[in-house]
């Protein structure tokens, strides 16, 4: 069983803005894997927060002194049949080593590490099942998969085979995945938890801790136009050079650039602050008299 942390949820350093409740249900997830085995998929638009999540979550299980495991899909290797288990299986070496002669041959083939005839699927499974099942053995095991929807599919069978065969074993099987319509791997009677968009007050919060500098009328622009999106909000964050950041040109003027992975229509907003003008793309200068800045900042809105 994991440690119970002394500070409740005990995320640690790592600091979430508005993901309490996702925190606690996490922490409760780690409790159960830990014990008697849990499986838990992360479901959210892109850029939602779902890997910030996936890491508060290792951090904390490799405080209560458990294994972590960790894989993530990628498009170039959707095509690969067991691309993902391998990198799960290749983590555990010394445990793979232990597995029986026939058990770690049948792995070995269908990893492309072996040659010989090729293995039956339950096989396979039974093999994979087998490899966590030893590195579990002398502390709680953790299998974290980001991107599942980009898994391969054989891998995606496996997890799933593993995922419904975890109750009496310390293992956890924590994954993430977009929320989109078609999505291949929605596996039926698994618990998923949906990562929904910050609330304004959280995502206003979020601007605060880093644009403490900026007009909180520019805040609630920037937060009311990324809807919500943890990741349009810290891109913003990142372009807008008024720091003096890398993206801004040395005199207070920000690169263009748009927000990707945000699944919002697109960024519209923007607000005049003195002499620029701040919008959702950066920071740009506007030709304006030179007593126009100290007549007051001008309110302007920009479309497009």
């Known amino acids: 069983m994991w440690a119970k942390s002394a500070t409740g949820m005990g995320i640690g350093p790592t600091e979430l803005v508005g993901r309490e409740g996702e925190l606690a249900e996490l922490a409760a997830f780690l409790d159960r894997a830990g014990t008697d085995g849990a499986v838990l998929l992360l479901t959210g638009d892109p850029g939602v927060g779902k890997t910030a999540l996936l890491d508060a979550t290792a951090e904390l299980a490799v405080a209560k002194g458990a294994r972590v495991v960790r ?6 290797e959707t095509d690969i049949s067991f691309a993902g288990l391998h990198q799960l299986v290749g983590s555990l070496p010394d445990e793979f080593g232990r597995l029986p002669r026939s058990t770690r041959q049948a792995l070995e083939v269908a990893l492309g590490l072996g040659a010989g ?19 579990a053995k002398e502390r709680p095991l953790l299998l974290v998969v980001d991107d599942l929807h980009v898994v391969d599919q054989a891998s995606r069978a496996t997890l799933f085979f593993v995922a419904r065969r975890l109750g009496g074993r310390r293992i956890g099987l924590l994954g993430a995945q977009r929320a989109e319509p078609g999505e291949s791997f929605r596996p039926t009677g698994l618990p998923e938890l949906e990562v929904a968009p910050l609330g304004d007050a959280d995502a206003l919060r979020l601007l605060s801790r880093r644009f403490a500098h900026l007009p909180r009328r520019v805040l609630s622009t920037v937060a009311h136009e990324a809807q919500g999106n943890p990741l349009a909000l810290l891109e913003f964050a ?15 003027r920000a690169q263009s650039g748009t927000v990707t992975g945000t699944g919002s229509a697109g960024f519209r907003g923007g607000a005049a602050v003195g002499c620029g003008e701040v919008t959702l793309w950066g ?9 126009a ?12």
Do not use: M
Request: aromatic share 4%; glycine share 16%.
């Open 71 to 76: 894989g993530s899909g990628v498009e170039y």
């Open 117 to 135: 005839p090729a293995p039956s699927r339950i096989a396979v499974l039974n093999a994979a099942l087998s490899v966590f099942d030893e590195a």
């Open 238 to 252: 990142g372009s807008t050079g008024v720091s003096g950041d890398r993206h801004g040109d040395g005199e207070g």
């Open 283 to 291: 920071i740009r200068r506007v030709n304006r008299p030179a007593n």
């Open 293 to 304: 800045c100290r007549a007051g900042p001008h309110r302007a809105w920009k479309q497009g």
